[in-house]
């Protein structure tokens, strides 16, 4: 383990106002006096301590089963929005005054430990969270726990019981056996589930913060629990029972081993399990690490003094607040606080998010407990080796058969499980293996291909939500952390010698990007807010980001990707398909869209002012991140700046005050060089351009979100052009605008432009910079352009409908193009002349067809006047327009492979319509759908 492992992240630290309001609520539940006395007759009924020769021995009433049976019925009856008789057996400690005294007085009889432990679940069970008391029934627990962690015989006791129950043959065992197997499990998952007593601090005399000590025995209750859970060889027989599933009695607790692994493995990181310093080294390692930033700081203080006795002196920040000594030996004064004003303390906002992260304290404490570290080490090499396989096999059947039994934290704990032994597989590599061949062996359940289904499937379904209420928040982060170690693991099969373990990883990485990875990448970022999340799950978001994006950089070079879109053809009949863009249930004929991949797009999709922001708030705290975090903050702004060309949303007064501290920091030139050289490469772009438009200092102060606004800053406005106004409105050409005269261009499109929007306008419509992108997907179009064409097609109203609008609009100028080549070549050559030549034509190929079906007919000119025709370009044209095929490269007879009766038709309505040809009309731009009255003439391409 190295310090910079260290995970910065939000303490839970209980406010003393919050308090007293949650008990005062509290105080209004309670429990009638009959009631009361009723639960005390149960639990005095059960026995008592009796002294016998100085040694105290509990002794059990006759009755006891009959009084833990009826103990048990109440709390199971009652309610969990009110749990009053738990939080009362919780003040009397029934758990180490009773029920365990119980168990260890009498290790052998069966049925007693049945029932107390079914008591014991009972009251280790969470509490419901809309509970008031939630607080203080969470304090019951962890004494629950310290309990069973401080007395010698219970665990082994309820240990003994489960070994007598696995050793019995399966044909053997009775239903009383499979019930006390699933009543240990569960109790060790529940006490397992119990977290730690965070750190709190009290309020002391003329407003000195001091540590509350009264609990310090309960800050590392699970670091202990899990020496006694080893000790007592619990940790081996979960990983005995998960090695086969096919028993009913061990199948249906797949979920409950799942947890209990993710909680007992919650608090080590895989890196560490393998490092081999020892605990003293990492101790001394954290201690220069904090001597080292208390010289840093020393540095920075002022060291100006007033040789002329003055009794003030002003320091530099430390921790936020600039302070002034009055002398040495009086108080402090803050800056911002008003003399004699009463101090109230702003509480901490809790993750109410529910953050993946452990508890602070027992990450510090498992990371110099060597003893516990190897300890756990040797648990995880059992469940990799033993159990790992059947257990995922056995929870991915209940996901994909969609069991009732699943709840919200399984998919948590299903990535959780597979993201850890992911790390813990490429750090055992690392730190074992002498060759460049990793064995995946023993993880190989992962890289089903249904499995990274199942995950990407679960990601879309959850980025449908439009509420922040209906986020799961802890579930996305679990994911992310999976598919961040599958990216990896997928690298580093890369890098293996063997070309079997090459193959494989191109598998799986033909996989992952047919999906739209950089859309998961981007919606991410909407699930991390500052103050509420902790800052571990924005650094997983970027790793996760980075990693991504590094992959498809390297496996898409040279290559012409294809991406499924998460939009789908639904095939009702044959050769009818409806198109839906949304669909949850999808059907075995279910077929999505595609569109090819472009790097630079995906990556487009990033540079987005909300996730700039993100990544600024990580570069602003570069000092207390990892080394690792600070890399890929850099890599992605350098991206942005050099091969995306958007320095310019850089230009923000917030961000320009990061980047001068960071050039301020006399350290950071020397000790984070990449965050400097950084800071100054943006800097220096920020004042060339401020030569160039002077007024660039007042626009920092706006977010600028738009392309088009943005040219407009950086070109000074010199090269905007402003139209009259029409009725109230601006008139804005679509088109390029070559001239002072301002002279309107027609704007021709491709069948195949008009295909790329509504192939990819769905993939981009959600973005503020939507026709920037599609702009750059194709050539010579601006934004402006593009926004018209959208709106010509009806994009908004699906692609459908923008197909059929597409149709027919091809449709009627195929027939305008037609109608004009007939009118050329009539009055070059005659309309008698060229409408006998065609019919000849076609009169041959009849005489062809009754010889040979369905075979191209080559026409060969014979006579001078045919001869003549066929030479001239307009003549050419014409035939072109009805039908016929020109010579393909290397022929030079012209060709018909249709039915004749199809050119007879189109030629008909040429002769027959008298319809003046008119010029493709221009499509009118309405300047009410946009809220920008300027349009740059040569709009950048940068990809943004």
């Given at each position: 383990m190295e310090a910079e492992e260290e995970e910065s992240q939000i303490l839970e630290v209980s406010h003393e106002q919050e308090d007293e309001e949650e008990e005062e609520k509290f105080e209004e539940l309670q429990l009638d006096p009959k009631e009361v006395n009723d639960l005390l007759f149960l639990v005095q009924s059960l026995g008592c301590t009796k002294t016998v020769g100085n040694i105290e021995t509990y002794v059990k009433s006759t009755e006891c089963i009959e009084f833990l049976k009826e103990l048990y019925k109440l709390l199971r009856n009652e309610n969990p929005d009110s749990p009053l008789k738990r939080l009362e057996l919780g003040e009397w400690n029934v758990v180490e005054s009773d029920l365990l005294?119980?168990?260890?007085?009498?290790?052998?009889?069966?049925?007693?430990?049945?029932?107390?432990?079914?008591?014991?679940?009972s009251l280790t069970e969470k509490p419901y969270k809309g509970f008031t008391g939630i607080a203080k029934y969470t304090e019951y627990l962890q004494n629950y726990k310290l309990s069973f962690?401080?007395?010698?015989?219970?665990?082994?006791?309820?240990?003994?019981?489960?070994?007598?129950?696995?050793?019995k043959p399966i044909e053997v065992r009775n239903e009383q056996h499979d019930q006390m197997l699933e009543l240990i499990t569960y109790l060790f998952r529940n006490l397992l589930s119990i977290p730690d007593k965070t750190p709190q601090f009290i309020k002391a005399t003329k407003g000195v913060a001091i540590y509350n000590t009264r609990d310090d025995s309960m800050k590392d209750l699970q670091r202990r629990f899990l020496h006694k859970l080893s000790d007592e060889s619990s940790l081996d027989a979960f990983v005995y029972m998960c090695q086969d599933f096919t028993p009913t009695s061990i199948g249906k607790l797949n979920l409950c081993f799942l947890e209990i692994f993710c909680h007992a493995l919650a608090s080590f990181k895989p890196k560490a399990m393998w490092n081999k310093d020892d605990g003293v080294s990492l101790l001394q390692s954290l201690r220069e690490k904090a001597l080292q930033q208390e010289r840093e700081r020393n540095r920075e203080l002022s060291t100006r003094h007033s040789k002329f006795g003055s009794s003030y002196k002003m320091t530099r920040a430390m921790d936020g607040v600039s302070l002034i000594y009055h002398n040495p030996f009086k108080e402090k004064i803050e800056l911002n606080k008003i003399p004699g004003q009463s101090s109230r303390s702003k509480p901490q906002r809790k993750d109410n998010m529910n953050s993946l992260t452990a508890n602070k304290n027992l990450q510090e404490l498992a990371r110099v407990d060597k003893i516990l570290i190897n300890k756990m080490k040797n648990f995880a090499n059992d469940?990799?080796?033993?159990?790992?396989?059947?257990?995922?096999?056995?929870?991915?059947?209940?996901?994909?058969?969609?069991?009732?039994?699943?709840?919200?934290?399984?998919?948590?704990?299903?990535?959780?499980?597979?993201?850890?032994?992911?790390e813990y597989v490429?750090?055992?590599?690392?730190?074992?293996?002498?060759?460049?061949?990793?064995?995946v062996t023993p993880i190989c359940g992962i890289f089903q291909k249904m499995n990274f289904e199942y995950f990407y499937r679960n990601m879309i379904l959850e980025f449908k939500k439009t509420s922040r209420k209906e986020f799961k928040t802890r579930e996305v982060h679990a994911s992310i952390k999976f598919c961040t170690q599958y990216l990896y693991i997928i690298r580093d099969m890369q890098g293996s010698a063997s070309d079997t373990t090459k193959r494989n990883a191109q598998i799986l990485l033909q996989t992952v990007y047919y999906r739209e990875m950089s859309i998961l990448c981007r919606k991410s970022f909407e699930y991390w807010r500052a103050g509420i999340n902790d800052k571990e799950f924005l650094e997983d978001i970027v790793e996760f980001t980075h990693i991504t994006f590094k992959l498809l950089d390297d496996y898409s070079k040279g290559k012409a990707l294809t991406v499924r879109t998460e939009r789908v053809l639904k095939t009702k009949k044959p050769n009818d398909d409806e198109e839906n863009e949304e669909m949850d249930e999808e059907p075995e004929d279910t077929k999505y869209q595609e569109r090819q991949l472009n790097f630079n797009i995906e990556f487009s999709l990033l540079i987005d002012a909300d996730i700039i922001s993100k990544y600024m708030f990580l570069l602003q705290r570069y000092k207390d991140a990892r080394e690792e975090v600070n890399s890929w903050v850099v890599a992605f702004i350098r991206k942005v700046v050099n091969e995306c060309e958007a320095d310019w949303i850089f230009f923000q007064l917030e961000y320009l005050q990061i980047f001068d501290e960071i050039l301020n920091d006399r350290l950071a030139q020397i000790r984070y060089k990449d965050i400097y050289d950084l800071s100054l490469t943006i800097v220096e772009k920020f004042f060339v351009l401020f030569k160039k438009n002077t007024l660039l200092p007042v626009e920092a102060l706006f977010r600028v979100k738009e392309k088009k606004i943005k040219n407009m800053i950086i070109s000074?406005?010199?090269?905007?052009?402003?139209?009259?106004?029409?009725?109230?409105m601006v008139d804005i050409d679509i088109g390029d605008?070559?001239?002072?005269?301002?002279?309107?261009?027609?704007?021709?499109?491709t069948k195949e432009e008009d295909m790329i929007l509504i192939e990819n306008y769905g993939t981009f419509k959600d973005m503020s910079s939507v026709y920037d992108l599609l702009a750059n997907l194709i050539e010579g179009k601006t934004p402006m352009q593009i926004m018209k064409r959208t709106k010509f097609l009806k994009l908004d109203k699906g692609v459908e409908k923008?197909?059929?609008?597409?149709?027919?609009?091809?449709?009627?100028?195929?027939?305008?193009?037609?109608?004009?080549?007939?009118?050329?070549?009539?009055?070059?050559?005659?309309?008698?002349?060229?409408?006998?030549?065609i019919h000849k034509i076609l009169d041959d190929y009849s005489e062809f067809l009754k010889l040979f079906t369905n075979e191209e007919f080559a026409i060969v000119p014979i006579e001078e006047e045919t001869f003549g025709l066929f030479s001239d370009q307009m003549f050419c044209n014409f035939l072109l327009a009805l039908g016929f095929c020109q010579p393909r490269q290397g022929e030079w007879c012209w060709r018909l492979n249709v039915n004749p009766q199809e050119i007879l038709q189109k030629l008909n309505e040429v002769t027959s319509n008298e319809t003046q040809i008119d010029d493709e009309e221009e499509e009118q731009y309405n300047p009410q759908t946009s809220q920008n009255l300027f349009m740059t003439k040569n709009p950048e391409s940068a990809n943004v």
């Amino acid at each position: 383990m190295e310090a910079e492992e260290e995970e910065s992240q939000i303490l839970e630290v209980s406010h003393e106002q919050e308090d007293e309001e949650e008990e005062e609520k509290f105080e209004e539940l309670q429990l009638d006096p009959k009631e009361v006395n009723d639960l005390l007759f149960l639990v005095q009924s059960l026995g008592c301590t009796k002294t016998v020769g100085n040694i105290e021995t509990y002794v059990k009433s006759t009755e006891c089963i009959e009084f833990l049976k009826e103990l048990y019925k109440l709390l199971r009856n009652e309610n969990p929005d009110s749990p009053l008789k738990r939080l009362e057996l919780g003040e009397w400690n029934v758990v180490e005054s009773d029920l365990l005294k119980l168990l260890i007085s009498y290790p052998e009889d069966r049925q007693l430990a049945f029932y107390t432990i079914i008591v014991l679940v009972s009251l280790t069970e969470k509490p419901y969270k809309g509970f008031t008391g939630i607080a203080k029934y969470t304090e019951y627990l962890q004494n629950y726990k310290l309990s069973f962690i401080t007395s010698k015989e219970a665990v082994k006791v309820i240990i003994n019981h489960l070994a007598e129950c696995l050793s019995k043959p399966i044909e053997v065992r009775n239903e009383q056996h499979d019930q006390m197997l699933e009543l240990i499990t569960y109790l060790f998952r529940n006490l397992l589930s119990i977290p730690d007593k965070t750190p709190q601090f009290i309020k002391a005399t003329k407003g000195v913060a001091i540590y509350n000590t009264r609990d310090d025995s309960m800050k590392d209750l699970q670091r202990r629990f899990l020496h006694k859970l080893s000790d007592e060889s619990s940790l081996d027989a979960f990983v005995y029972m998960c090695q086969d599933f096919t028993p009913t009695s061990i199948g249906k607790l797949n979920l409950c081993f799942l947890e209990i692994f993710c909680h007992a493995l919650a608090s080590f990181k895989p890196k560490a399990m393998w490092n081999k310093d020892d605990g003293v080294s990492l101790l001394q390692s954290l201690r220069e690490k904090a001597l080292q930033q208390e010289r840093e700081r020393n540095r920075e203080l002022s060291t100006r003094h007033s040789k002329f006795g003055s009794s003030y002196k002003m320091t530099r920040a430390m921790d936020g607040v600039s302070l002034i000594y009055h002398n040495p030996f009086k108080e402090k004064i803050e800056l911002n606080k008003i003399p004699g004003q009463s101090s109230r303390s702003k509480p901490q906002r809790k993750d109410n998010m529910n953050s993946l992260t452990a508890n602070k304290n027992l990450q510090e404490l498992a990371r110099v407990d060597k003893i516990l570290i190897n300890k756990m080490k040797n648990f995880a090499n059992d469940v990799l080796e033993h159990c790992f396989a059947p257990l995922l096999e056995s929870i991915f059947t209940e996901f994909y058969k969609e069991s009732q039994r699943l709840e919200d934290y399984d998919i948590t704990n299903y990535f959780i499980f597979q993201a850890f032994f992911i790390e813990y597989v490429r750090y055992k590599h690392y730190f074992e293996s002498k060759t460049l061949d990793i064995d995946v062996t023993p993880i190989c359940g992962i890289f089903q291909k249904m499995n990274f289904e199942y995950f990407y499937r679960n990601m879309i379904l959850e980025f449908k939500k439009t509420s922040r209420k209906e986020f799961k928040t802890r579930e996305v982060h679990a994911s992310i952390k999976f598919c961040t170690q599958y990216l990896y693991i997928i690298r580093d099969m890369q890098g293996s010698a063997s070309d079997t373990t090459k193959r494989n990883a191109q598998i799986l990485l033909q996989t992952v990007y047919y999906r739209e990875m950089s859309i998961l990448c981007r919606k991410s970022f909407e699930y991390w807010r500052a103050g509420i999340n902790d800052k571990e799950f924005l650094e997983d978001i970027v790793e996760f980001t980075h990693i991504t994006f590094k992959l498809l950089d390297d496996y898409s070079k040279g290559k012409a990707l294809t991406v499924r879109t998460e939009r789908v053809l639904k095939t009702k009949k044959p050769n009818d398909d409806e198109e839906n863009e949304e669909m949850d249930e999808e059907p075995e004929d279910t077929k999505y869209q595609e569109r090819q991949l472009n790097f630079n797009i995906e990556f487009s999709l990033l540079i987005d002012a909300d996730i700039i922001s993100k990544y600024m708030f990580l570069l602003q705290r570069y000092k207390d991140a990892r080394e690792e975090v600070n890399s890929w903050v850099v890599a992605f702004i350098r991206k942005v700046v050099n091969e995306c060309e958007a320095d310019w949303i850089f230009f923000q007064l917030e961000y320009l005050q990061i980047f001068d501290e960071i050039l301020n920091d006399r350290l950071a030139q020397i000790r984070y060089k990449d965050i400097y050289d950084l800071s100054l490469t943006i800097v220096e772009k920020f004042f060339v351009l401020f030569k160039k438009n002077t007024l660039l200092p007042v626009e920092a102060l706006f977010r600028v979100k738009e392309k088009k606004i943005k040219n407009m800053i950086i070109s000074n406005y010199e090269d905007e052009d402003v139209y009259e106004l029409q009725n109230g409105m601006v008139d804005i050409d679509i088109g390029d605008i070559e001239d002072e005269d301002k002279v309107r261009q027609k704007v021709k499109w491709t069948k195949e432009e008009d295909m790329i929007l509504i192939e990819n306008y769905g993939t981009f419509k959600d973005m503020s910079s939507v026709y920037d992108l599609l702009a750059n997907l194709i050539e010579g179009k601006t934004p402006m352009q593009i926004m018209k064409r959208t709106k010509f097609l009806k994009l908004d109203k699906g692609v459908e409908k923008a197909r059929q609008i597409l149709q027919g609009a091809y449709t009627d100028e195929t027939f305008r193009n037609l109608f004009q080549d007939a009118k050329d070549v009539f009055e070059k050559h005659g309309k008698t002349t060229v409408i006998q030549e065609i019919h000849k034509i076609l009169d041959d190929y009849s005489e062809f067809l009754k010889l040979f079906t369905n075979e191209e007919f080559a026409i060969v000119p014979i006579e001078e006047e045919t001869f003549g025709l066929f030479s001239d370009q307009m003549f050419c044209n014409f035939l072109l327009a009805l039908g016929f095929c020109q010579p393909r490269q290397g022929e030079w007879c012209w060709r018909l492979n249709v039915n004749p009766q199809e050119i007879l038709q189109k030629l008909n309505e040429v002769t027959s319509n008298e319809t003046q040809i008119d010029d493709e009309e221009e499509e009118q731009y309405n300047p009410q759908t946009s809220q920008n009255l300027f349009m740059t003439k040569n709009p950048e391409s940068a990809n943004v």
